[in-house]
């Protein structure tokens, strides 16, 4: 997004590159004798998973990749459960221990569902479009797939010493009355509340733990399963583990190197516009930039969001204020800029609420790839 877009504030410049200094959790635990593999959804360019640290991979893929994929293997999500399963096969004859990121991405290619689960939700009816139809589909599709890779790990009696983890990059709210505010690219509880659930070795069956995670937190817990030593852990690596709450059922703190939980995001893809937001206990601070607003909510009285405490709460306001500020200087957060463009008399492009969130209208062009042949999974 450049001046010329019209709104208030330019955002820093998305880049999709991860740098080559980064170490990932890959490279560590390779290091520690595991044998690792993506598939999926990378995103990130710089070579692709094989130049940071995965033994196999699906190459440099981004959300392109979903719609290359129809039936009998929508989005790729049977091929993809079915490499994982051979990867692993091949990992326990050799003897390693393995780490697999499976990223899916079936959710950007609705359309390709199988057609008899499609066939199935069009019997159900109560679909505004096909779209919506679509997305009934290859979600339980995508659950079929889940449902592949948990029975290889038992068919190849690896349930005693594996974790199997599935999140969701983001959460889904709408903003409605009776759900969570905001979407995606929005800090609001509907944006950054998602699905984490996890089945291993001493994590009890329909067990629940409400303290509050993040997907930084996997780094440490992952190196904490593998053994792998502090001092070969990143300088300045975000997060704590999260292993103990696993082990006694829910109960416990993670130990981070700051206080609170920061999620910031200086881009226009909400209602909102560019904003961050901090999480202390059960105070949230929101910070909005093109006017540099400050909301405060107690998220055990208000978890929809609707209830400002800021000039009610003074005191609390700023001490969240200051911690925001104090972590987004500390890890080099960049920020979004006065717009020398902007004219307050036209109006920027108009903003658009949608199941992921609140993100301006835009025309998205077809992928020429949809229609081609299906290649072999």
Avoid at 30 to 38: L, P, S
Avoid at 99 to 105: K, L, N, T
Avoid at 190 to 217: E, Q
Avoid at 307 to 332: C, F, I, M, Q
């Amino acid at each position: 997004m450049t001046a010329s877009d019209g709104y208030k504030l330019v955002p820093p410049r998305i880049s999709k590159n991860i740098d080559t200094r980064t170490t990932t959790i890959a490279e560590v635990l390779r290091d520690a004798g595991y044998a690792t593999a993506h598939y999926g959804k990378w995103h990130l360019n710089s070579g692709g998973p094989g130049q940071h640290g995965y033994d196999n991979d699906d190459g440099n893929n981004g959300n392109e990749y979903a719609y290359r994929f129809t039936d009998p293997n929508p989005a790729d999500i049977f091929g993809m459960a079915r490499r994982t399963a051979a990867f692993m096969q091949q990992s326990k004859r050799a003897g390693k221990p393995f780490f697999i990121q499976m990223s899916w991405h079936a959710l950007h290619a609705p359309d390709n569902a199988l057609k008899k689960t499609k066939a199935k939700y069009q019997a159900k009816g109560g679909f505004r479009n096909s779209k919506g139809l679509g997305i009934a589909a290859i979600t339980e599709d995508l659950d079929t797939g889940v449902g592949m890779v948990m029975a290889a790990v038992d068919r190849l009696g690896l349930s005693d010493n594996t974790y199997i983890i599935y999140m969701s990059d983001n959460g889904g709210g709408g903003g409605k009355r009776d759900t969570l505010n905001g979407g995606k690219g929005s800090v609001r509880e509907g944006g950054i509340r998602s699905p984490l659930i996890v089945r291993g070795p001493g994590v009890a069956a329909n067990s629940w733990c409400h303290t509050r995670v993040v997907g930084f937190d996997l780094f440490p817990t992952f190196c904490e399963w593998a053994n792998v030593s502090a001092r070969k852990l990143p300088v300045n690596l975000e997060g704590g583990s999260v292993a103990s709450l696993l082990a006694n059922d829910g109960q416990g703190v993670v130990q981070r190197p700051r206080d609170g939980l920061v999620f910031h995001f200086p881009h226009y893809q909400s209602q909102d516009g560019p904003h961050s937001a901090l999480i202390l206990g059960d105070l949230k601070l929101m910070k909005f930039y093109e006017d540099d607003r400050l909301a405060l909510f107690d998220l055990s009285q208000d978890i929809q969001e609707r209830n400002d405490l800021s000039r009610n709460r003074p005191g609390e306001t700023e001490k969240l204020h200051g911690l925001l500020k104090d972590y987004l200087a500390d890890v080099g957060a960049k920020f979004p800029v006065v717009n020398p463009q902007y004219d307050p008399s036209k109006a920027p492009p108009k903003v658009q609420r949608g199941r992921g969130g609140n993100k301006p209208r835009e025309k998205k062009p077809r992928d020429p790839r949809r229609n081609r042949p299906r290649p072999a999974s």
